[in-house]
Nanobody, 121 residues
Framework: QVQLVESGGGLVQPGGCLRL?????????????MSWYRQAPEKERELVAE???????NYADLVKGRFTISRDDAKTTVLLQMDSLKPEDTAVYYC???????????????WGQGTQGTGAE
């Protein structure tokens, strides 16, 4: 069974920083694209940042220059460094990944359970 487990959320003052981590566990053969989404109260879930297995990144315009996405060498953990946080960054942050579990299986899309991140105190 594959799981994505997020950690690192919290409450900080505007201008502060947080680092979110998401680790894949279970029967993982290969992980392709990994990404972070967020959902603020009464708003739709939106893409924050994504990174391919080759290290190519893409960011939402609202976070460019403030957030940095990265992966560990084993490519099973994705990090989101969030700097210069703003109150409008307050949301539940979700990890998402395309994961292949078997040698001949197609990748499936998985979601983490979410972690609260905020730039407001």
């Amino acid at each position: 069974q594959v799981q994505l487990v997020e950690s690192g959320g919290g409450l900080v003052q505007p201008g502060g920083c947080l680092r979110l981590s998401c680790a894949a566990s279970g029967r993982v053969r290969n992980i392709g694209r990994m990404s972070w989404y967020r959902q603020a109260p009464e708003k739709e879930r939106e893409l924050v940042a994504e990174i391919t297995s080759g290290g190519m990144t893409n960011y939402a315009d609202l976070v460019k220059g403030r957030f940095t996405i990265s992966r560990d060498d084993a490519k099973t953990t994705v990090l989101l460094q969030m700097d210069s946080l703003k109150p409008e960054d307050t949301a539940v942050y979700y990890c998402n990944a395309d994961i292949q579990v078997g040698r001949y299986s197609l990748p499936r899309n998985y979601w983490g359970q979410g972690t609260q991140g905020t730039g407001a105190e």
